[in-house]
């Protein structure tokens, strides 16, 4: 599986962004898409996952009620949408496909730069 992530860019606070991971290859159902970011100076974090076959999502404490992570089975494509950003959500956002929230992946895209000004 080769992960493409995009979407990323620049984005007054507040403002919103709608990332995209795009998939090759086959996505088994057990598989989650998961969202980490790395800001400058700090480990990777998780940030959003979602299982590939029912859809389930989990999210890390710092994202929930501003951003959504989706999926669409046909265009094998995860999204990630971003609201209500903050200057410290800016940081290099990677998708990848393994377990669940975990940074121990099988597949990691390569990542999109994400700044948010205040």
């Known amino acids: 599986v080769q992960l493409q992530a995009s979407g990323g860019g620049l984005v007054q606070a507040g403002g919103s962004l709608r990332l995209s991971c795009t998939a090759s290859g086959r996505i088994l159902s057990s598989t989650a898409i998961n969202w980490f970011r790395q800001a400058p100076g700090k480990e990777r974090e998780f940030v959003a996952g979602?299982?590939?076959?029912?859809?389930?999502?989990i999210y890390a404490d710092s994202v929930k009620g501003r951003f959504t992570i989706s999926r669409d089975k046909g265009d094998k494509t995860a999204y990630l949408q971003m609201n209500s950003l903050k200057p410290e959500d800016t940081a290099v956002y990677y998708c990848?496909?393994?377990?669940?929230?975990?940074?121990?992946?099988?597949?990691w895209g390569l990542g999109t730069q994400v700044t948010v000004s205040s």
């Open positions: 979602i299982r590939w076959g029912y859809g389930t999502t």
């Open positions: 990848a496909a393994g377990e669940v929230a975990t940074l121990s992946q099988r597949y």
